[in-house]
Structure formats: C-alpha cells, structure tokens
C-alpha cells in the first residue's frame, strides 16, 4: 500500500506542551502534506513539503521529511486546547505514479490529537 | 461565496436506491475528487476527475459513479446503494500548489 501510517495514533497532552506526530510511508514521492480535521468537519491543509526539502515551518507547525527513511514528523509547539482534532498525513506518489494518478493523495489512518486545559 | 461545498449534508435512504451527492467549487480548480471516511480505514479514494469530462477511478470505486460535465461540479452517484456504503464522504479540489481543500462531508446512512 502507498498510504502514509501515523504514529501514534493518539496522543494526549496538557496545553502549552508539544505535540510531535510521525508518519512513515513505502514508496517515492513528490510531496507530503498534513492535514487537520476537527470533529464532524472536513479536513483542512496545514502544510506540504516537498520532496527535496528537510524542514518547513508554518507559525507553530514543523514539518520534517526524511526520504532515506521515508518518513515524516509534524511538531506542534506550545499546543492549546484548540489544536485538539485528527492530524493526517498525505503522500502525493507523483515520481512512480504520474499519468494517470499525478496529484492523487494518499492517506493514513491519522493521530488524534487531545490538548487538556 | 468562495469555497467547496457539498450537499445534502446528511442523507438516509434505503437499500437498493439511488443517491446523488452534489459538490460545487468556485475555485476553477482542475482536479477534483471524492473519499469516503469510515472507522479504521481513513480516508479512501473513490474517483477522481482531472478536468470536465476526465474521470478516473480510485481504490474503491465499485458501487458509484461520477460526473464532470462542468469545472466547478463533481457529483457522486450511487447506483443502488448498499448497507457498505454507510460512511461519511467528502469532496476535495486541488490548487497547482497539490494541496486539496476539502467540503464540509456528507454523513449517508443506507438502512
């Protein structure tokens, strides 16, 4: 399977505290995306690294990607109560699977996430 | 107003009829899709649609069936809907940066 996996796949902490997800994946690819989704909604973008960068950060967001390994972490500083949702991670398998599938996601089973007050 | 949104919201219908899930994006965005969301499994893709009239299936199309007569509408049929078919679904576009914005979900329950 190309899917991403999360570890863990629930996490619990107290505010002001990170939050540090990781998501491992099989195969080659053009980028890796996080997502967020809160409860009963859909899922929102947070960020996308590309296949040729390290380390991309976004305000309380960074992003790491190892290809050698084929993995991906997601740290949140500082976290609040409001950061509480399901975070997943994305892989667009553009270099093996362009044609017919380019921009095609793939998603794992996501990391909920609880932030206590 | 800007955005994705998808309709009906919630949906129950029974076994053996059809359904049709509406997503509308004002974006202009090319590509488009449609996921299923249940317990366990994540989020699957059913089909997909690269431009009007270009559809591909995904991982787990049998069952529905897509539409692309125009850019900014993607409906999802379900020919004869099934018990399995329960699950929430969402429709995503994508902007050239590959990143996808999703509608709000449509909650179906096939009794």
């Known amino acids: 399977s190309q899917q991403g996996e999360e570890d863990p796949q629930a996490l619990s902490i107290q505010e002001g505290e990170n939050a540090t997800m990781n998501c491992s994946y099989k195969t080659s690819i053009n980028n890796l995306q996080w997502y967020r989704q809160n409860s009963g909604r859909g899922l929102v973008h947070l960020i996308l690294?590309?296949?040729?960068?390290r380390e991309k950060h976004s305000g309380r967001l960074r992003v790491t990607l190892d290809t050698s390994k084929k993995s991906s972490s997601l740290l949140i500083t500082a976290s609040r109560a409001a950061d509480t949702a399901s975070y997943f991670c994305a892989t667009d398998a553009g270099g093996e699977d362009r044609g017919s599938t380019l921009g095609r996601l793939y998603f794992g089973r996501g990391t909920q996430l609880t932030v206590w007050p | 107003d800007a955005g994705i949104t998808q309709s009906p919201r919630y949906k129950i219908t029974e076994t053996g009829r059809q359904v049709t899930l509406m997503c509308h994006q004002t974006?202009?965005?090319?590509?488009m899709f449609w996921y299923r969301q249940d317990l366990g499994h994540g989020l699957r893709l059913i089909y997909y649609s690269a431009a009007a009239d270009i559809t591909d299936k995904g991982e787990v199309p049998d069952g529905y069936v897509v539409s692309r007569s125009k850019t900014e509408n993607f409906p999802l049929t379900l020919e004869s809907a099934t018990r399995s078919q329960t699950s929430v679904y969402f429709c995503?576009?994508?902007?050239?940066?590959?990143?996808?914005?999703f509608g709000p979900g449509t909650r179906l329950t096939v009794t």
């Open positions: 974006w202009s965005h090319s590509y």
């Open positions: 690294i590309r296949s040729n960068e």
């Open positions: 995503a576009s994508r902007n050239r940066e590959y990143e996808q914005y």
